[in-house]
């Protein structure tokens, strides 16, 4: 959740009812983090269900290499519990940045489906 603003509770709400209380607790990342870090890198991506298959293609990755790894049932539901906050704070991040960073020290990059910079 790093980097995330908290938004207000109608936002979230609206999004899911769960995320009130990320929301809450967003307001101390700042002062417990956020606030110590200069520079941010953010990784912008055009369509938050590609995380579903990058997670995906880890865990194959980890059982072929014979480790423990979730299966694709366990996946979906694994990246589903971050996609409420995806949809809620993304926006945000990508059009503002963190909360009390500079545009100067923020560096944004913007990845494909295959995780290829573009631009």
């Known amino acids: 959740m790093l980097g995330f603003k908290p938004l207000s509770s109608e936002v979230v709400k609206a999004v ?3 995320l009130e209380a990320v929301n809450r607790n967003l307001e ?6 956020e ?3 200069g520079s941010w890198i953010i990784i912008k991506v055009d369509d938050t269900q590609w995380v579903y298959e990058w997670r995906l293609q880890a865990e194959i990755a980890m059982r072929e290499d014979g480790k423990p790894g979730m299966s694709d049932e366990e996946v979906a539901d694994f990246v589903s519990r971050y996609m409420p906050a995806y949809k809620a704070y993304l926006p945000v991040l990508y059009s503002d940045g963190p909360r009390g960073s500079k545009p ?3 560096l ?3 990845v494909d489906e295959n995780r290829n910079p573009l631009g």
């Open 16 to 18: 899911d009812p769960q």
């Open 104 to 106: 100067e020290h923020t």
């Open 108 to 110: 944004v990059v913007e």
């Open 28 to 33: 101390s990342y700042y002062d417990a983090w």
């Open 35 to 37: 606030m110590f870090i």
